[in-house]
């Protein structure tokens, strides 16, 4: 061994130690952060604080099924019971009797502060006769008997204001004093877990204790219970990714392994071949551990791919230099296979560019996985091999891929009938080819939306698609702007535009507004003086108001409201959730209901701009903006694509310096793009940006083959004068990159699905198609 060669080899492994050790130290995420942008717009903001922190996030709907209504109702509770005592959940509804009386008993403590109906004009002598009346008058109502004891203490009827903005929206059926489902079959509980959306460890903590309790609580097997919500699907598609990651990278390998064993019938052979591809994984998650400080495991997944594209320089170096010697090798074939090398990384390179983080971390991997394994395979391999491979002959094999090659070129007029045909019915099909929105890369299953969608139609729950949003340096600024958005909302809701909405303010009302109501309330003189004239000849008596009358002076005297305040009711989540500290101020969110009924379960979006309009409040509808995120996405993937596609056509013009040869080249690329995608869409499959990326790397990765046969045209021999070693080993190394792309068209994640489906059949494609239009004998 050459002591340059020594000094490679001693770089190669410290590298690859450095390398062991950053790995073993970073942090690996399989969550939803794969899929938000890095710098989003403030409508966006918004959408990924909901998605990792808002209440909807942490909601999870659980439906009792089996036995009948008095069963369920019994495990509703028990469930319920049990539930409420661990610090893992915050809120268990289930429309049991006594759920809501913490909440109802702070509501009643501190109504005058919190009714929105304490004016100076309510405790009028006019004002408390029409309030007083309204009370009694609700006496007749199925309310009554529930109102009857309060009126005392409360005849003005705050509390019963407050109640109804506390449950507003539609409410769930009731069977055996709990909630049930809509066909009565199922009993119905909502919960609210302590841990972030984005804590997915915290979720899937959560979601086995529900698990555990129930079958403690429903020991006799006749019940069953059903689980949905955000908190789940994170879990599940963590699982789904990790299980994925797993199992593809081991079949890939295993496939590789396996054909490389039947190539080199060298167990030798085979370990060095595969140096490459263990530092080129390697220096991937390096990379992007450095860079990103987080490896996403759809991101390792994709390495499966890089398995296939890896070991082609292996392939190429032992078929190539078997027989022709190591010297021999590098001056002939490595300018070759490095120019195939840097088209690759021009197209992996195309994708750090953007702002969606999963695709600017599988451009980071790949181009460093590529850059490293081919490093490897010039440097590193040649003395570690040495000079006597002993590979085994596949000269015999060549002329057979000749007569192949040679049958394909007699179809060229065909090809270029059938490419012409699909690009066609892919012009005529252009409205129909692309997938519209996110959930094109949702990990969620068919059968789990279907059952999200029904559970939360039973329960009522709460979806937070419109979102009205405030910002403002400090707490009380943001209450008070709040409030004042709050006025404007409440004339929607007398015109029907819609059907409400939930405010942090509704229950810790800004120190101002509270001070304004506690101004309203007269003295005990006054008020009993304005009494006793607004009752005359009401059946009420003013002497019977003395609960009434102290908890007006209490109210006077008390201090204000605080945060702490609502410590022990399920209100404190809703304040927390609805008002947000952020780092350079606070936030505050005030999610907006239909009007449902005759005008729909969709809210007017431009009267609500209209009317909020110099409020400061930016109002957001989450659906649009997840459309226009994906729409971005795939705008800048477009870009991406062919910004990747012009750096590939350049450096093969400035390296050829040759029009025909050029345009020779692309031919085949171009034509296996267009067909892959005409047979996608022939399949019933909808295509999204990661089949347009998948396009850009059949471009990539197929220009290594075309090169090989531009090269072996040059000659005036043409195609027959090449040499047959090489295309032994661009097979070899083709199905190779067909196995490890080819795999991930197994997996159920959509991102990895769409890339394996493209580049897969594209990279075979491009091998068959290069062959086909490689120039013959007499051909310029």
Sequence with gaps: MTRPAGRALALWLLAMLAGAVIVWNSRFSADMSFFLPAKPSAEQQVLVDQLKEGVVSRLLMVAIAGGDAADRATASRALRARLEKLP????IQNGEAGSTDADRD???????????AVTPERFTVDGLRQ???????????????MLKPLLPRDPTGELVALLAGLNTGAQPNVRDGVWASRDGERAMLLIQTAALGSDTDGQERAIGLI???????AADGRLSLQLSGPGLFAVKSRATIKHEVSLLSTLSTVAIVAVLFFVYRSLRLMTLGLLPVVSGALAGVVAVSLAYGTVFGITVGFGSALIGEAVDYSIYYFVQSGRLGVDHWRARFWPTIR?????????????LFSGFPGLAQLGLYSLSGVVVAALVTRFILPPLAGSNLGMRDLSHIGPRLKRGVALLQGLRWPILMLSLAAAVLLTVNRERLWHPNLSALSTVSAADGEIDQALRADISAPDARYMAVITAPDRESALQAAERAGQKLDRLIAEGVIGGYDSPARFLPSEAMQASRRASLPPPDALQARLQTALTDSPLAANKLAGFLDDVET?????????????????????????????AGWSVLLPLRPPGGDKGVDIAIEPVRAALAGSGALFVDMKNEFDTLYNDYLHEATL?????FVAIVGLLAVTLRSPRRLARLLLPLLLSVVLVIAGLHLAGQQLHLLHLIGMLLIVAVGSNYALFFDDASQSARGFEDFDDAT??????????????????????????????????????????????????????
């Design 339 to 351: 120019l195939g090398v840097l088209t690759s990384a021009c197209g992996f390179g195309a994708l």
């Design 211 to 217: 698990h555990s309790q129930f079958a403690e609580a």
């Design 131 to 145: 309030a007083v009346g309204d009370s009694i008058d609700l006496l007749a109502s199925p309310a009554g008997m």
């Design 106 to 116: 702070y509501l009643f403590k501190h109504r005058y502060l919190l009714s929105p």
């Design 555 to 583: 109210t006077r005297r008390q201090g204000q409201v605080s945060r702490e305040s609502l410590n022990g009711t399920a209100l404190a989540l809703v304040v927390d959730s609805l008002l947000v500290q952020r780092p």
């Design 88 to 91: 893992e959940f915050v809120s």
């Design 727 to 780: 295309l032994v080993s661009m097979a070899v190394a083709n199905l190779t990159t067909a196995i490890g792309f080819g795999t991930l068209a197994l997996s159920k994640v959509p991102v990895l699905h769409a890339v394996g489906i493209t580049v897969g059949p594209g990279a075979i494609l491009a091998l068959l198609l290069s062959a086909c239009f490689v120039s013959r004998k007499g051909e310029a």
């Design 640 to 644: 991406l694509s062919l910004a990747g």
